[in-house]
C-alpha cells in the first residue's frame, strides 16, 4: 500500500512531479523488475495528489553520472515549472556525489517513497544530514562493488583472459565468458596485418577493411587512421595483452602470429611517406639512378614515356620499351632447367626432414626457458612479498617476464604448427622462375611491372647498363646457380629452402602476383601457371 506523504507543516504534497526509475541490468536478470518501482511510484502519486508528468527509465550500473534517462529528467526539470521527484530510494536516485549536488542546486523536492521522506532545501538539518549519509553509504556500495568488479578483472586478466569487452576481431562467448574470434571480423583483421607489411598506408587499410566490413564499435563507422594504428600495436592478436598497465600471457585463440606482428609494425615504423606523381608509370619507384637518385616517369611529345633521373644528374634517360627489354634478359637469368629444378627439389625434401627434427628440439628448449623464467617470476615475487624489492621494480621486471614467456609461447605454437610446406612452395618458386620470362612477354607494361615488382627490389641505372636487384630467392637462382657445376650443391638447397619458408618474405608476394598470372592464363592456353 502506497504511504501518503506529509511536508513538514502537515499540509499533503499536491501538483506535477516527475518519476525516477532505476534498476541494474543484474537486478533486471534476477527478477527485480522496472514494473514494480513504476507501479510502486504511481500508487504513492495518486494517494498524495500528484501527477506524473513524466517518467525517466535507466536500465545502467554506471557509477559516474551520465545515465541518460537522468541527464534528460534534469534538462527537463530545468525548463520546467515541476520540482517534484518521485523515486523509490535514496541510492535509486543518486550513483555519486556529484548527482546529489546536481539536484541540491535546482532546488527540488525529493520524495523517497520507500523511506518515507520528502526532502527540499527548507528540511530540518538532522534530516539533510541522515540523507547524507545514505548518499554517501549509496556512493560507498558503488564504490565498494567497482572495487570488487576491478578485483575480479584483475583475477581474470591473471588468468589469461581477456576481462573486458572484446577487442575488434574478436566477440565475447556468454556461455564461456571469454573471447573467442568473430568470424565476420577476424578474417578482416588477419587481412590487414597483411596489407600493413604490404606497406599500405593507414587511409588504405581503413578504406579496405571498411569496404570488407570492419566498423567501429561505436559509431558504426570506419575505423579512423588512429584506430588502425592502435589496432595494429595490439599484442592481444597474437597472444599478451596489458590490463591496467600490467602485460599478462592471454588464453585466447591469436588472430596473427608474433612473426606478422612484428612485420606489420616494423613496417609501418619504417614506411616513408608516399610521393605522389601526377601521372602513372608503370616501372615508377623501381630503378635507382647511378648518383643515387630515383629514375622518373616522363612524356615526351604526349606518346613516348621515358625514364630520367630524379636529379637530372645527366645520366641518359631510357625508353620504357627499352627497359622493359633490359628487364625480360633478367628474368631471363633466373630461368633453370627442369633436371636441376628436380635436383633442387630433392634437396629440399631431405633439408625439411633434418627441420622436422629441430623443430622438436627448438620446442624442447622454450619449454625448459619457459620454466626457467617462471622460477624467476616466483622467486621475485617471494622478494617483493618479503620487502627486499620495491614494488616498481617488481612491475617492470613482471612485466619484461610475462612478455618473455609470451614470445616462447607463441614460438613454440607456431614450432608446433608448422606445415614444413618447404616443398609445395619451392616448386611453385621454381616454375615461375621457368615461365617468368614466357608470361612477361605476353603481358602489359603494367603487368609488367608487377611481375618485375615479384622478382625484382631496385634495379640500378648507368646510362648504359641496367643492373638487376633480385629479391630473394631469385637472387640465388639468378646468381648462386651460376657458380655451381653439376647441379645446386647443398649450402645453396639449404639457403633456398629456409629462404621460402619465410611467410612474408617471398610467399605473400607470390600470392600478391596471382591476378596476373591469372589474367595471362585467360589470354593464352601455353601460359598456364597457377600461384
Given at each position: 500500500m502506497a504511504r501518503s506523504a506529509k511536508r513538514q507543516n502537515g499540509v499533503a504534497a499536491q501538483g506535477p512531479a516527475v518519476a525516477y526509475i532505476r534498476v541494474s541490468s543484474k537486478e533486471q536478470a534476477e527478477g527485480f523488475s522496472l514494473d514494480a518501482q513504476q507501479k510502486l511510484l504511481r500508487e504513492y502519486a495518486a494517494v498524495n495528489g500528484l501527477t506524473i508528468s513524466r517518467e525517466f527509465t535507466d536500465v545502467e550500473t554506471a557509477k559516474q553520472a551520465g545515465r541518460a534517462a537522468f541527464n534528460e529528467m534534469l534538462a527537463f526539470l530545468k525548463r520546467s515549472a515541476c520540482?517534484?521527484?518521485?523515486?523509490?530510494?535514496?541510492?535509486?536516485?543518486?550513483?555519486?556525489?556529484?548527482?546529489?549536488?546536481?539536484?541540491?542546486?535546482?532546488?527540488?523536492?525529493?520524495?523517497?517513497?520507500?523511506?518515507?521522506?520528502?526532502?527540499?532545501?527548507?528540511?530540518?538539518?538532522?534530516?539533510?544530514?541522515?540523507?547524507?549519509?545514505?548518499?554517501?553509504?549509496?556512493?560507498?556500495?558503488?564504490?565498494?562493488?567497482?572495487?570488487?568488479?576491478?578485483?575480479?578483472?584483475?583475477?581474470?586478466?591473471?588468468?589469461?583472459?581477456?576481462?573486458?569487452?572484446?577487442?575488434?576481431?574478436?566477440?565475447?562467448?556468454?556461455?564461456?565468458?571469454?573471447?573467442?574470434?568473430?568470424?565476420?571480423?577476424a578474417p578482416i583483421i588477419r587481412k590487414l596485418f597483411e596489407e600493413a607489411i604490404e606497406g599500405k598506408t593507414l587511409v588504405a587499410l581503413s578504406e579496405a577493411a571498411h569496404q570488407r566490413g570492419l566498423r567501429s564499435r561505436r559509431a558504426g563507422s570506419p575505423i579512423a587512421r588512429e584506430g588502425i594504428t592502435r589496432l595494429i600495436k595490439n599484442s592481444i592478436y597474437w597472444g599478451p595483452f596489458l590490463w591496467n598497465g600490467i602485460l599478462y600471457q592471454g588464453a585466447h585463440e591469436p588472430l596473427v602470429t608474433k612473426e606478422i606482428f612484428d612485420a606489420a609494425n616494423a613496417t609501418r615504423s619504417s614506411r616513408a611517406k608516399p610521393r605522389r606523381t601526377k601521372n602513372s608509370f608503370a616501372f615508377a619507384g623501381m630503378v635507382t639512378c647511378s648518383c643515387g637518385k630515383r629514375l622518373v616517369g616522363q612524356i615526351a611529345k604526349r606518346r613516348y614515356i621515358y625514364y630520367a633521373c630524379s636529379a637530372r644528374c645527366g645520366t641518359s634517360a631510357i625508353k620504357e620499351k627499352d627497359l622493359s627489354a633490359m628487364f625480360l634478359e633478367h628474368l631471363k637469368a633466373i630461368r633453370i632447367s627442369e633436371a636441376t629444378a628436380e635436383l633442387i627439389l630433392t634437396g629440399i625434401k631431405e633439408f625439411e626432414s633434418k627441420r622436422r627434427t629441430e623443430h622438436a628440439e627448438q620446442v624442447r628448449k622454450l619449454h625448459a626457458r619457459q620454466v626457467e623464467i617462471q622460477r624467476k617470476v616466483d622467486a621475485a615475487y617471494d622478494d617483493k612479498l618479503a620487502g627486499k624489492i620495491t614494488d616498481e621494480y617488481w612491475l617492470q621486471r613482471s612485466n619484461q617476464w610475462q612478455l618473455d614467456l609470451a614470445t616462447a609461447n607463441a614460438a613454440i605454437r607456431e614450432l608446433e604448427n608448422a606445415t614444413f610446406d618447404s616443398f609445395a612452395t619451392g616448386r611453385t618458386i621454381l616454375e615461375l622462375s621457368q615461365r617468368a620470362a614466357d608470361l612477361y612477354v605476353k603481358q602489359t607494361w603494367t603487368e609488367q611491372a608487377r611481375l618485375i615488382g615479384l622478382t625484382h627490389t631496385n634495379s640500378r641505372w648507368d646510362g648504359a647498363t641496367l643492373t638487376p636487384a633480385y629479391r630473394k630467392p631469385f637472387d640465388l637462382l639468378a646468381e648462386g646457380l651460376q657458380g655451381v657445376t653439376g647441379g645446386p650443391d647443398g649450402v645453396f638447397t639449404q639457403t633456398f629452402a629456409l629462404w621460402i619458408q619465410q611467410p612474408y618474405a617471398v610467399n605473400r608476394r607470390i600470392s600478391i602476383s596471382a591476378p596476373l598470372v591469372t589474367a595471362c592464363s585467360a589470354r593464352t592456353s601455353t601460359c598456364s601457371l597457377m600461384i
Open positions: 520540482r517534484v521527484i518521485l523515486v523509490e530510494k535514496t541510492d535509486r536516485l543518486y550513483r555519486n556525489i556529484k548527482d546529489w549536488v546536481t539536484l541540491e542546486e535546482l532546488d527540488l523536492e525529493v520524495h523517497l517513497v520507500k523511506e518515507g521522506g520528502i526532502l527540499t532545501r527548507d528540511s530540518k538539518s538532522h534530516e539533510k544530514l541522515v540523507h547524507g549519509f545514505k548518499v554517501l553509504m549509496a556512493k560507498n556500495y558503488i564504490d565498494n562493488l567497482s572495487e570488487e568488479v576491478q578485483k575480479g578483472m584483475t583475477e581474470k586478466a591473471e588468468q589469461g583472459h581477456w576481462p573486458s569487452w572484446a577487442p575488434i576481431g574478436y566477440r565475447n562467448n556468454p556461455d564461456t565468458h571469454r573471447i573467442e574470434p568473430n568470424p565476420d571480423e
